[in-house]
T-cell receptor, first 110, second 113 residues
Framework: GQNIDQPTEMTATEGAIVQINCTYQ??????LFWYQQHAGEAPTFLSY????GLEEKGRFSSFLSRSKGYSYLLLKELQMKDSASYLC???????????FGPGTRLSVLP | SAVISQKPSRDICQRGTSLTIQCQVD?????MFWYRQQPGQSLTLIAT?????????ESGFVIDKFPISRPNLTFSTLTVSNMSPEDSSIYLC??????????FGPGTRLTVT
């Protein structure tokens, strides 16, 4: 089966660092993706991991451990505009299927 | 990158009717997906619509209820047939550009009364 877990909600303070975790159990694996979705808008691509380790892209970093079925998204120097839902998704072996986690709603407080 | 437009952006439909949602991409892409997103929820994949082949439906979704067309590499339609209030949702199309970028349309907000 396919199962992806994320915390439902998180709160952090402007300027701080927050880590959003994602655990997955899927029948195949061909990459893990993170998306940001502001309320009422479409998701936008943030990051991609297919090998173990850390990928850094500006204030955002994403980590993957395939053996543990675990990833996290790290957001540094939080800004108010980072308040959004963050979706973790796994692509299967055949590349034809994306399974999305439930999403984590992040609130950044002043 | 890819820019995607969807029509209509929203609609209110009566039970038992059908609605066809159009998805237009500004570049040629092979892999296209249709998703459903309930308010406040995550995305659920309905089907994969690759040009030149029949759409592949995920568990819980059938062609009779959600027929899909993919006549070329820039366009697709999803029809929601014989609608019921449970079909009220946001429907999004997306395209995947190898090796890892997925772009989403703005979504179609459907309300069934």
């Amino acid at each position: 089966g396919q199962n992806i877990d994320q915390p439902t909600e998180m709160t952090a303070t402007e300027g701080a660092i927050v880590q959003i975790n994602c655990t997955y159990q899927t029948s195949g694996f061909n990459g893990l993706f993170w998306y940001q979705q502001h309320a009422g808008e479409a998701p936008t691509f943030l990051s991609y991991n297919v090998l173990d380790g850390l990928e850094e892209k500006g204030r955002f970093s994403s980590f993957l451990s395939r053996s543990k079925g675990y990833s996290y998204l790290l957001l540094k120097e939080l800004q108010m505009k980072d308040s959004a839902s963050y979706l973790c998704a796994v692509r299967d072996n055949y590349g034809q299927n994306f399974v999305f986690g439930p999403g984590t709603r992040l609130s950044v407080l002043p | 990158s890819a820019v995607i437009s969807q029509k209509p952006s929203r609609d209110i439909c009566q039970r038992g009717t059908s609605l066809t949602i159009q998805c237009q991409v500004d570049s040629q892409v092979t892999m296209m997906f249709w998703y459903r997103q309930q308010p406040g929820q995550s995305l659920t994949l309905i089907a994969t619509a690759n040009q030149g082949s029949e759409a592949t439906y995920e568990s819980g979704f059938v062609i009779d209820k959600f027929p899909i067309s993919r006549p070329n590499l820039t366009f697709s339609t999803l029809t929601v047939s014989n609608m019921s209030p449970e079909d009220s949702s946001i429907y999004l199309c997306s395209v995947f550009v190898e090796p890892y970028e997925q772009y989403f349309g703005p979504g179609t907000r459907l309300t069934v009364t």
